[in-house]
Nanobody, 122 residues
Framework: VQLQASGGGLVQAGGSLRLSCAAS????????MGWYRQAPGKQRELVAS????????YADSVKGRFTISGDNAKNTRAYLQMDNLKPEDTAVYYC????????????????WGQGTQVTVSS
């Protein structure tokens, strides 16, 4: 039972990146998939989330620039399209699954993927 995040990198200010988060095959469905980030010396913060029903939420700092989406009805894969990136978006980005169901019937909460570094140069 794990999440695999990918897609980080180095980009100039104003550029774009797309992050992906995929759940392992042992995860049947995820109620809420979210992206968090943590910059050096700062607390981890929620960037965006998407529910299995397609409802999205965004941090004020990324509204209008970032778009989160899930690609199936079970919400087991999510993407974060990041446009017009700013140096202050530099952080390690983590995906998170809240209230997930496994293929053997277990219910789990708060599963984290490994982080992926996003660096935006000015």
């Amino acid at each position: 039972v794990q999440l695999q995040a990918s897609g980080g990198g180095l980009v100039q200010a104003g550029g774009s990146l797309r992050l992906s988060c995929a759940a392992s095959a042992s995860i049947y469905s995820i109620n809420v998939m979210g992206w968090y980030r943590q910059a050096p010396g700062k607390q981890r913060e929620l960037v965006a989330s998407v529910t299995r029903g397609g409802t999205t939420t965004y941090a004020d700092s990324v509204k209008g620039r970032f778009t989160i989406s899930g690609d199936n009805a079970k919400n087991t894969r999510a993407y974060l399209q990041m446009d017009n990136l700013k140096p202050e978006d530099t952080a390690v980005y983590y995906c998170n699954a809240d209230r997930l169901a496994t293929t053997d019937g277990a219910i789990k909460s708060d599963l984290w993927g490994q982080g992926t570094q996003v660096t935006v140069s000015s």
